[in-house]
T-cell receptor
C-alpha cells in the first residue's frame, strides 16, 4: 500500500545501546527491501538492502532481518551513537513493469540517541 | 563520484504559478525517480524516467509532469500550484531498474513552499 505519514513512531536509546527499528510491509509480491536514514534537512541516505531470497544481511554495525511469513522487516543498529539520531525508513520494491523506479516507503521511525 | 544534485534547494511560489525543479543524477546512472515528501503523507512516488522515457507514474494529478534529457538529467514541473503542493521534492538516481533492483541514491531535495 502507499505510505501514510501520521504520527511517527519514536525510539529513544542511550549511547552504546543496541537499537531495533521495525517495519511492516504490505505487498506480498515485494522482493527487495531497503533501509534509509534521513537527517534533518537532508535526503534519505542508503543504509542497507536485502532481497527476498535472504532472511538476514549484515553491514557495518547494522543488520537487517526479513520475515516474509509475517511481512516484517527490522533494522538492528549495534552500539548506537548520537550520530545515528535520525528518521529511519524502510522501503519495498517488486519485480515487474509496474515497479520501475518505485519505492514504497513506510511511515518512518524517529530514533533519538542520548549521550 | 559526485552525488545526486538538485536545484534549487529552496523555492517560494504563490498559488496558481508553475515551477520547474532540476535533478542531476550520479554520473553513469540512467534511471531517475521523483518523490514528494510531506508530514502528512510521507514519501510518495511521483514518476520514474529511463532513457528519456517515463516508465512509471504514481497517483498524482496531471499538473505534475517531468522529463529526462539525453544526459540523464531530469526536470519535474508542477503547474497551477496549490497550497497542498508545499513539500520536499526528492530526486533519486540508480544505474538501471529493468526488472532488477538497483539502489536508489537520493539528492538533498528541493523545499517548495506555496503561499
Amino acid at each position: 500500500g502507499e505510505s501514510v505519514g501520521l504520527h511517527l513512531p519514536t525510539l529513544s536509546v542511550q549511547e552504546g545501546d543496541n537499537s531495533i527499528i521495525n517495519c511492516a510491509y504490505s505487498n506480498s509480491a515485494s522482493d527487495y527491501f531497503i533501509w534509509y536514514k534521513q537527517e534533518s534537512g537532508k535526503g534519505p541516505q542508503f543504509i542497507i538492502d536485502i532481497r527476498s531470497n535472504m532472511d538476514k544481511r549484515q553491514g557495518q554495525r547494522v543488520t537487517v532481518l526479513l520475515n516474509k511469513t509475517v511481512k516484517h522487516l527490522s533494522l538492528q543498529i549495534a552500539a548506537t551513537q548520537p550520530g545515528d539520531s535520525a528518521v529511519y525508513f524502510c522501503a519495498e520494491n517488486w519485480a515487474g513493469g509496474t515497479s520501475y523506479g518505485k519505492l514504497t516507503f513506510g511511515q518512518g521511525t524517529i530514533l533519538t540517541v542520548h549521550p | 563520484k559526485a552525488g545526486v544534485t538538485q536545484t534549487p534547494r529552496y523555492l517560494i511560489k504563490t498559488r496558481g504559478q508553475q515551477v520547474t525543479l532540476s535533478c542531476s543524477p550520479i554520473s553513469g546512472h540512467r534511471s531517475v525517480s521523483w518523490y514528494q515528501q510531506t508530514p502528512g503523507q510521507g514519501l510518495q512516488f511521483l514518476f520514474e524516467y529511463f532513457s528519456e522515457t517515463q516508465r512509471n507514474k504514481g497517483n498524482f494529478p496531471g499538473r505534475f509532469s517531468g522529463r529526462q534529457f539525453s544526459n540523464s538529467r531530469s526536470e519535474m514541473n508542477v503547474s497551477t500550484l496549490e497550497l497542498g503542493d508545499s513539500a520536499l521534492y526528492l530526486c533519486a538516481s540508480s544505474l538501471e531498474l529493468a526488472g532488477g533492483h538497483d539502489t536508489q541514491y537520493f539528492g538533498p531535495g528541493t523545499r517548495l513552499t506555496v503561499l
